[in-house]
């Protein structure tokens, strides 16, 4: 089993749609959950990130942390056409001295 | 630019080459990660320093890469005698005061023919 599950997609939605993407975890230590947005040929870009449990929201972004279930979430509102990348979880300790990715969801949003 | 930096962007090198990577992190950051990913597949981390001290070092990472961070500053990733698998985005990150913080670097795309 890998350290962290992400269905890899790819998800094709239209303009406007809510959009929900997920990870799963085995490794009870981490404290840190971040998301991250990666456009073709770029480095990855921090969307949000969430300590220990609990729910964040950042405009049209809402991420949750459900630690007892290993699950954690994100949710696009009002996706755009400008949402269409490869959307990345990762996760580390406290000290945030390794950070385990998941694999990525390519989201499309189709005008 | 005040962002973080690699060079060069793009290597291309024959099997059984050493190759070294040069990444710039923000000025005042003292967290510098290096990570490996290949096409369809999240950042593999590689190896963390804070400051000069290499703190963390994959168990995945063979004895042919090498990372160093001499005065906190830039840092290097070498990797020696390289192989057809080598071939990957390296990414650099460098983080602030906060754990969950890193900023990636374009990346350096390695071709080994």
């Known amino acids: 089993q890998k350290e962290v599950e992400q269905d890899p997609g790819p998800l094709s939605v239209p303009e406007g749609a809510i959009v929900s993407l997920n990870c799963t975890y085995s490794n009870s230590a981490f404290q840190y959950f971040m998301w991250y947005r990666q456009y073709s040929r770029k480095g990855p870009e921090l969307l949000m990130y969430t300590y220990s449990s609990g729910n964040k929201e950042d405009g049209r972004f809402t991420a949750q942390v459900d630690k007892s279930s290993k699950y954690i979430s994100l949710f696009i509102r009002d996706s755009q056409p400008s949402d269409s990348a490869t959307y990345l979880c990762?996760?580390?300790?406290?000290?945030?001295?390794?950070?385990?990715f998941g694999p990525g969801t390519r989201l499309s949003v189709l005008p | 630019d005040t962002g973080v930096s690699q060079d060069p962007r793009h290597k291309i090198t024959k099997r059984g080459q050493n190759v070294t990577f040069r990444c710039d992190p923000i000025s005042e950051h003292n967290r510098l990660y290096w990570y490996r990913q290949t096409l369809g597949q999240g950042p593999e981390f590689l190896t963390y320093?804070?400051?000069?001290?290499?703190?963390?070092k994959s168990r995945l990472l063979s004895d042919r890469f090498s990372a160093e961070r001499p005065k906190g500053s830039f840092s290097t990733l070498e990797i020696q005698r390289t192989e057809q698998g080598d071939s990957a985005m390296y990414l650099c990150?460098?983080?602030?005061?906060?754990?969950?913080?890193?900023?990636f670097g374009p990346g350096t795309r390695l071709t080994v023919t």
């Open positions: 990762a996760m580390s300790g406290f000290y945030g001295q390794n950070f385990v």
């Open positions: 320093f804070q400051n000069e001290a290499q703190l963390e």
């Open positions: 990150a460098s983080g602030g005061s906060s754990a969950y913080e890193q900023y």
